[in-house]
């Protein structure tokens, strides 16, 4: 067990052990937003046939060359395809077919000319300026042909791949798995959120804030409530999540009497790697791996144990648990976006540990500026909801003065979204 | 109704239209990422009671003034404060109370050393220095007290938010509705995914990734199926959608014989805002309104009438749909982000509309360059699948130099995500 790693160390320790969870088929409508587990060929060419790029007629170029607009060549409308049409019966030089957007061009027509640039006339239609070979025809197999790898094992499920993949007729894709996280919270004084708080009792809204924060990462919380402070109700807790992916449980592991966490891991066979974490908030923080999960010769579940204040729970699990279910999940971008900002207000602190100071952040004259939430003490999690980002103040440095270049972590997705469209529009 | 409007005038004309939807009570656990619809005011003080921010022992700092590493100031443990735990029995001066993090202080004492800087002894503790008053005390109703708002109406719900309402005891939360969009696709040559494609059918895959689209930006798609190109089966098909927030179909909106979708929309009430956007790909869209919908007196839901080209339709969706169910949700920020980028490759286009180039995005010595994701055609869905941002081509240029400054507009949220920690970590 290693012991007051730097930030920095815990994450690459963290990073170095874990890895992309195996692979699962689910329904294409489930994947959204998940990373492809396979590579996609495709089964079909698309356009199945040169088909219509337009609404209008489809012709012989060449019987359309002599055509002006004071000399039109009158052709006769002798056929009608619309999308999902075939386009069996061949077209005779001379001849014009109707045809729609999507429609397979018939035999011998080589060129569409758009319905706006026409006189149509009854069962004529009149043709005003030659139309080039291959004018308006999307070619068949243009967008792929069978066998085409037309998505790569690692992309990211986005809307748009959604529809590719409802295009070539999948119903099914197999993605990497989303990681299952037991969250466990321990102390006498916890209440559930519906509980009665007389005597100086609290609400586990730890349990509340990681289970969100699994969430909005696309893993798969699974709570499993209260234990009480003491070794034995501990021990069947953790016994309850060792079927999961990851264990995250919040307070006990300091060094204090009622601090059980690290003890009972270690006699359920948990491989302590490191305890304690250069930072503030969130200095006693226990990450570990099970030797055994429940099935015969896997390794057993990873062991976040983070400590109990509302604040240093939020705190370490971006910094660490974040990363490690991103990587899980497998995507090659671990972590949260960061930004340089300009500090609104000096900051001091002991040198020593990085402290993460959470702030809100502006944007004036193009420049982003950030701002004390307020208290940051770690007991005060009001400052933690309002934060947007969580800014990075260096351990060895003892002051940050205002107006100075900060670096910002940020934890809120919202802070990017446009409030404006960002160009003209014309 | 207005034609051929700018893209930056029928943006402002939607999102004059839209309005937030009315306030509904959902689960806490539901309304992560939704907009607050009340205002929060706590219904507690937070903390209780004043307590220990740290395990350790409480004293009256008084008695510890004379304390030093040559001549420490024994105490005896008189009694022990848990989490949880009442602290009525006063502490006399003299005397320590063994105490843990979050436990209350008991009367009388008025200090908290860290158990680190003690040295404990049986029933006894050494104190090594002298202890200020208030040290690692949290004081009662420092972080919030009965009728404090702790959170306004309009805040996003993020997942700290989530724990912060679970702290207060809430359960249900009062959030904007999300919005119901009804998705209808229209085409006899459109399958469903699972359908045969023989002769020349094409799957109605614009249903999926507009579904898709939908969901990303926490809308509820409802699913109606396909149509085929005839007015009677258009309306009964539209008739259903009626019940929702929006309606959004794809295909049947240009002038070609078939598109039978504005005609149908008059037909049942609705009134046509504008027809036809000056961009590409994109041109023949609809907006328009319901005067009514199922309930009586209410106003019917707004229509999205968009191309029936996937990538038309996808581009649409994201320059009217999205900023639209934005509102609609509450959100102020209703666009994209938007970004400054370097044309990897010259860009040729006729002057006129604003085109869209579908791009993908690569980070180069700390400059983001934009490349085309190959072929434009807007048949080529496969290159909006892998596009991270859409380039934004001004309708009056006709060239953007290869390394000119080009604006992108960011559609894949995951391009935001750091490869590295961005920060030293020490």
Chains 1, 2 share one sequence.
């Not at 006498?188 to 009792?201: A, K, M």
């Not at 304690?276 to 999960?293: A, E, L, N, S, T």
């Not at 705190?315 to 900002?341: D, W």
């Amino acid at each position: 067990m290693e012991r007051n790693l730097t930030v920095a160390q815990a994450q690459d320790a963290i990073l170095n052990e874990v890895s992309p969870l195996a692979a699962q088929t689910v329904a294409v409508a489930d994947a959204q937003g998940r990373i492809l587990a396979e590579d996609v060929l495709s089964t079909r060419m698309l356009p199945p046939a040169d088909c219509s790029a337009m609404d209008g007629y489809a012709i012989h170029s060449a019987a359309s060359q002599s055509a002006s607009a004071d000399v039109p060549v009158s052709m006769r409308v002798a056929l009608e395809v619309a999308a999902g049409g075939s386009a069996d019966c061949p077209l005779q030089p001379g001849d014009a077919a109707r045809i729609f957007t999507g429609a397979p061009v018939p035999p011998g027509a080589d060129s569409v000319v758009m319905q706006e640039h026409v006189e149509a006339d009854g069962e004529w239609v009149r043709i005003l300026k030659p139309a080039p070979r291959g004018n308006n025809i999307r070619n068949a197999g243009e967008e792929m042909h069978v066998g085409d790898r037309v998505l790569a094992r690692g992309a990211c499920i986005s809307a748009p791949v959604i529809g590719l993949l409802a295009s070539l007729g999948r119903t099914l894709v197999s993605v990497v798995r989303r990681p299952r996280v037991a969250i466990l919270s321990s102390g006498d004084e916890l209440v559930e959120p519906d509980g009665s708080v007389e005597g100086g009792r609290i609400v586990a809204s730890n349990s509340y804030t990681l289970s969100a924060l699994c969430r909005e990462v696309g893993a798969e919380p699974i709570y499993f409530g209260i234990s009480k402070d003491c070794p034995e109700e501990l021990e069947a807790h953790m016994r309850s999540g060792l079927s999961a992916d990851c264990i995250v449980t919040s307070a006990g592991v300091s060094v204090g009497d009622h601090d059980h966490v690290k003890g009972v891991i270690e006699k359920l066979g948990c491989e302590i790697r490191f305890w304690g974490v250069q930072m503030k908030p969130g200095h006693p923080m226990v990450f570990g791996r099970f030797d055994r999960g429940p099935a015969p010769g896997a390794a057993g579940p990873f062991v976040f144990g983070l400590p109990g204040n509302p604040v240093s729970a939020a705190v370490t699990f971006e910094q660490f648990v974040r990363p490690a279910l991103r990587k899980m999940s497998g995507f090659v971008t671990h972590f949260r976006p960061t930004i340089q900002a300009r500090l609104r207000t000096a900051l001091r602190k002991q040198p020593g540990r990085l402290n993460f100071i959470r702030v809100c952040l502006e944007i004036e004259d193009g420049e982003i500026w950030a701002s004390s939430t307020g208290n940051q003490s770690s007991g005060v999690f009001r400052s933690m909801s309002e934060a947007q980002g969580l800014l990075v103040f260096p351990g060895a440095d003892s002051e940050l003065a205002e107006g100075s270049d900060v670096t910002v972590q940020v934890i809120d997705e919202g802070f990017f979204a446009g409030h404006e469209r960002g160009f003209e529009g014309v």
